[in-house]
């Protein structure tokens, strides 16, 4: 598998952690590794800042795939195929099928940056 295939596919694995996150079924140490790491994929904050030229984007090219194989490794077996199954479900055209779920959180982070900015 190249780059660019595993790339797409970590476009449906971390939605499909996240589903595994919130299932049952899942054990207690793949939720706890889980939440780890669609929490490190959706934080803004990096353990190396993106404006450092080349090793800035390392971590996320490096670490996000280590976490999500270390996360999937956790979760049985079963309960991967289902949860990638309804995380292939989520996209349609390389796209979110609901996109606008993502409203509220674009919003949370505007207010966070007004109020950075007005503080200072």
């Known amino acids: 598998m190249n780059i ?4 797409k596919r970590l476009k449906t694995d971390i939605p ?3 589903l595994a996150l919130k299932d049952k079924e ?4 793949a939720k706890l590794i889980a939440g780890v790491t ?23 090219i490096v670490l996000l795939p280590i976490l ?12 991967w195929e289902r949860n990638y199954k309804k995380a292939e479900a989520i996209w349609q055209d390389g796209k979110p099928e609901k ?10 982070w ?9 503080a200072m």
């Open 4 to 7: 660019k295939e595993r790339a």
């Open 38 to 60: 669609v929490g490190y994929a959706l934080s803004p904050i990096d353990f190396i800042p993106d404006f450092i030229p080349v090793i800035g984007y390392l971590d996320d």
């Open 26 to 29: 899942t054990p207690v140490i």
């Open 68 to 79: 999500v194989a270390f996360t999937i490794k956790l979760i049985p077996e079963h309960i």
């Open 110 to 118: 505007v207010f966070l940056l007004i109020v950075i900015i007005k």
């Open 99 to 108: 996109w606008y779920y993502s409203i509220p959180v674009i919003l949370i």
């Open 16 to 18: 499909a952690v996240f």
